[in-house]
């Protein structure tokens, strides 16, 4: 049996593989893509059928960040030309939330820029769950503050937040290349605050600061031990005004094959494609959608995403269909062991060989660590139709800062 066939056979058990096994999906060949692709597909849809879920991010705050974190435009010392703005109103919030439910979005990611929220944010952020939730109680709310204090996870589920987001980004050993202002183990003690408390976890990655295939399997096998619900997966934008701002690694190639080894590591946990997907992905989005089986609608934090329509557009073309509010969307036994977080009133997916016709798509979370991070986006302005680009050279020319969404005029899918 090859690697493959392995690696299938172990997904659809829910067997975690080894990490040279790990390492061989990461070091596949161009010529092999494809078969890696169907591999992932098979585990993708025996847990969660070909649904895929849309989530939507709201910034409520918008840059000013005292943290370092080196790939993210929001961070201390930053250069680019971002919005910045304080705390929306509640009001407000729900408006933008309001905006995404309506294109499809099933989960609201309520985000803030900054180390943590203090008591006075908890409050500010109950207030705007629940003037979301008084609009539509089936929206599901993630919050994305930051780290957290003790008893603060405790207050947010109170207010009716369904999950928390905190991604470890990269491996421990190389986090203090990234980050100075705070630690690795900073990290994991607020995804086990959100645990403790009964909030559903996200915790994902960003994959393109550099790091080594070695780090990539370290931090999504960190990431399977502290098992949270969804894993987001990001590929690095350079934002010019960062410290990665000439971090160009990635291809298309390699960042299917970053989610491929996701999906074997993680086969019953939303995989979700975070930002960085139109800018990296490009062309070849629809392939990612038979490895991850959620994405965000519209805009992120501080880049502009494809528009709300096209996503739509391209998830029917591929064959998928957006998941509903009614429709549970983790398999049967992580929706149980997670209070049925994410999903309607009947629980509905594959475990222990049920037909994977029956399986569902699942999500969550926010696609960007520490309340910040790097996000898609479209052709800049100057951008010009002369510009030669070869495959092999950085497609620097998709960065467009974002200027529309919540704390603007303009609609957050214009």
């Not at 690697?3 to 990490?19: S, Y």
């Not at 089936?138 to 003790?150: I, N, R, T």
């Not at 094959?257 to 993680?266: D, E, G, N, Q, Y």
């Not at 049925?340 to 060989?353: L, Q, T, V």
Request: aromatic share 4%; net charge negative.
């Amino acid at each position: 049996m090859d690697l493959l066939d392995t690696l299938t056979d172990k997904g659809l058990r829910r067997e975690l593989p080894t990490r040279e096994e790990a390492l061989a999906v990461l070091a596949t060949t161009d010529d092999e893509l494809l078969d890696v692709v169907a591999a992932a597909g098979r585990v993708r849809r025996q847990w969660f059928g070909r649904r895929v879920k849309l989530n939507y991010l709201v910034n409520l705050k918008s840059g000013l960040c005292p943290e370092d974190c080196s790939y993210c435009s929001q961070r201390l010392g930053s250069k680019a030309e971002i919005l910045k703005y304080t705390w929306l109103k509640p009001e407000q919030a729900a408006e933008a939330a309001a905006a995404g439910v309506a294109g499809g979005a099933k989960r609201v990611c309520l985000v803030a820029s900054g180390r943590g929220p203090t008591d006075r944010d908890i409050d500010r952020v109950a207030d705007t769950i629940a003037a979301i939730k008084d609009a539509d109680e089936q929206v599901e709310v993630c919050a994305c503050l930051g780290l957290l204090s003790d008893n603060q996870a405790e207050r947010l589920k109170a207010a009716g937040a369904d999950a928390y987001n905190h991604n470890l980004n990269t491996s421990e050993s190389t986090y203090g290349e990234i980050t100075t202002t705070h630690t690795y183990a900073d990290r994991v003690d607020t995804v086990e605050k959100a645990h403790g408390a009964g909030l559903s976890a996200c915790s994902g990655l960003i994959a393109g600061m550099g790091e080594s295939d070695e780090d990539l399997v370290d931090v999504v096998f960190a990431l399977r031990e502290l098992d949270p619900d969804s894993v987001p997966v990001n590929f690095l934008i350079p934002f010019e005004g960062t410290p990665l701002a000439e971090e160009w690694n990635l291809t298309p190639q390699r960042c299917l094959r970053i989610l491929a080894m996701v999906r074997f590591v993680c086969p019953d946990i939303e995989v979700r494609i975070a930002g960085g997907r139109e800018v990296h992905l490009r062309s070849m989005q629809p392939l990612g959608l038979h490895i991850a089986n959620s994405i965000f609608l519209g805009d992120y934090l501080t880049s502009e995403g494809q528009a709300g329509q096209a996503d739509l557009d391209m998830i029917k073309d591929a064959g998928f269909e957006v998941e509903g509010a009614e429709q549970t969307t983790l398999p049967r036994h992580r929706a149980a062991a997670a209070g049925g977080c994410g999903g309607g009133a009947s629980i509905c997916g594959n475990h222990d060989g049920d037909d994977a016709a029956n399986a569902c798509g699942t999500g969550g979370g926010c696609g960007t660590g520490g309340a910040c991070g790097p996000c898609g986006g479209h052709p800049t302005e100057d951008a010009t139709e002369d510009q030669a680009v070869t495959e092999d050279e950085a497609r620097t020319d998709l960065v467009r800062v974002r200027r529309r969404g919540a704390g603007t005029e303009l609609a957050p899918n214009a």
